[in-house]
Nanobody
């Protein structure tokens, strides 16, 4: 069974940067498309970014385009999310998730495996 663990969250000032990492165990992550999602208090979960199993295709929510970059290292079995120019509206619990490769590498695809999440707080 694939297990995912997020790390790298924390408290950062507006305009700052954080790098989140999603590490996998139990199965090779390079088999799966991987997405990052977030959920703020009182709001629905939303897709942030996703990357195909090969790393050749990436997608971003409009709210993070130009600020966030997703990447993967299939040797280290990790997927990272570099977040720059952070805004208070980015405050949320961030989750990584994996989707089977027969689905498209889209944020709307069904993601079957989820991590426990890491808190990101953007505040002065």
């Amino acid at each position: 069974q694939l297990q995912l663990v997020e790390s790298g969250g924390g408290l950062v000032q507006p305009g700052g940067s954080l790098r989140l990492s999603c590490a996998a165990s139990g199965y090779a992550l390079n088999y799966y498309h991987v997405g990052w999602f977030r959920q703020a208090p009182g709001k629905e979960r939303e897709g942030v970014s996703c990357i195909s199993s090969s790393g050749g295709t990436t997608n971003y929510a409009d709210s993070v385009k130009g600020r966030f970059t997703i990447s993967r290292d299939n040797v280290k079995n990790t997927v990272d999310l570099q977040m720059n120019s952070l805004e208070p509206e980015d405050t949320a619990v961030y989750y990584c998730a994996a989707a089977h490769p027969w689905h498209g590498p889209e944020l709307g695809s069904p993601y079957d495996y989820w991590g426990q999440g890491t808190q990101v707080t953007v505040s002065s």
